[in-house]
C-alpha cells in the first residue's frame, strides 16, 4: 500500500519568513495530493491539493509543488503570520474518477510562527 | 453550510461498555470516512462507504469495532465493548468528489 512520509516532525519560523514542508509517497501510480491543516481540538481543513497532471499550484501565500518522478511533493507558506501555527499533514491518493478517494497521510509537521 | 456534524464531541466510557459515534456528513456528498487519530499511529482510515455502501473496511482494527450508514445523512460508528487502547480523536469526513471535509471530532477516553 501507499507509504507517505513527511518532514520535518517540526518547525518554527519567525513572522514573515518562509516554511516549507516536505513530504514523499511510494506508490507511483498516486495522483492526488491535498494538504490539511489542523488548529489545536479542531478537525483537519484542506488548505490547498494538487494533482498529478500539473506541478505546481498557488493561492495566495500557500503553494504546493510535485515531482512527479522524484515522488515528492512540499507545501510552500510564505511571509508567515502567527495565525499559520498548527499542525500540516500532507497526504496523498490513487484517485479515479467518480469514486471515493483513499488517503494516506503523512504523519504530521508542526509549525510555530513566532513574533 | 454546516459542515460535518459529529456527536458527542467528548464521550468519556469505562472499559468493556459500549460506544456509538455518530457523524453527518454534508448535504449532497455521497462519500463518507471514519478515521483515528492518535499520538502514536497518526490519521488512520478505518472505514469509508460510498453512496451509502461500505467500500473498504480493511483499516478497521477488530471485530469490536462496526459501522453503518443506514442513509445518506447519517452514520454511526460503534465500539463494542471498549478498550483503553480505543482512547483516540475519531473523524469522520465527507466527499463529492475528491476533497474531503472533516468534522471537529470525537474525543474518545476509555477508563
Known amino acids: 500500500g501507499e507509504n507517505v512520509e513527511q518532514h520535518p516532525s517540526t518547525l518554527s519560523v519567525q513572522e514573515g519568513d518562509s516554511a516549507v514542508i516536505k513530504c514523499t509517497y511510494s506508490?507511483?501510480?498516486?495522483?492526488?495530493f491535498p494538504w490539511y491543516k489542523q488548529e489545536l481540538g479542531k478537525g483537519p481543513q484542506l488548505i490547498i491539493d494538487?494533482?498529478?497532471?500539473?506541478g505546481e499550484k498557488k493561492d495566495q501565500r500557500i503553494a504546493v509543488t510535485l515531482n512527479k518522478t522524484a515522488k515528492h511533493f512540499s507545501l510552500h507558506i510564505t511571509e508567515t503570520q502567527p495565525e499559520d501555527s498548527a499542525v500540516y499533514f500532507c497526504?496523498?491518493?490513487?484517485?479515479?474518477?467518480?469514486?471515493?478517494?483513499?488517503?494516506?497521510f503523512g504523519t504530521g509537521t508542526r509549525l510555530q510562527v513566532t513574533l | 453550510d454546516a459542515g460535518v456534524i459529529q456527536s458527542p464531541r467528548h464521550e468519556v466510557t469505562e472499559m468493556g461498555q459500549e460506544v456509538t459515534l455518530r457523524c453527518k456528513p454534508i448535504?449532497?456528498?455521497?462519500?463518507l470516512f471514519w478515521y483515528r487519530q492518535t499520538m502514536m499511529r497518526g490519521l488512520e482510515l478505518l472505514i469509508y462507504?460510498?453512496?451509502?455502501?461500505?467500500?473498504?473496511d480493511s483499516g478497521m482494527p477488530e471485530d469490536r469495532f462496526s459501522a453503518k450508514m443506514p442513509n445518506a445523512s447519517f452514520s454511526t460508528l460503534k465500539i463494542q465493548p471498549s478498550e483503553p487502547r480505543d482512547s483516540a480523536v475519531y473523524f469522520c469526513?465527507?466527499?463529492?468528489?475528491?476533497?474531503?471535509?472533516f468534522g471537529p471530532g470525537t474525543r474518545l477516553t476509555v477508563l
Open positions: 448535504s449532497g456528498h455521497n462519500s
Open positions: 497526504a496523498a491518493s490513487v484517485h479515479y474518477t467518480g469514486t471515493a478517494s483513499k488517503l494516506t
Open positions: 506508490d507511483s501510480a498516486s495522483n492526488y
Open positions: 462507504f460510498n453512496n451509502n455502501v461500505p467500500i473498504d
Open positions: 469526513a465527507s466527499s463529492f468528489s475528491i476533497e474531503q471535509f
Open positions: 494538487i494533482r498529478s497532471n500539473v
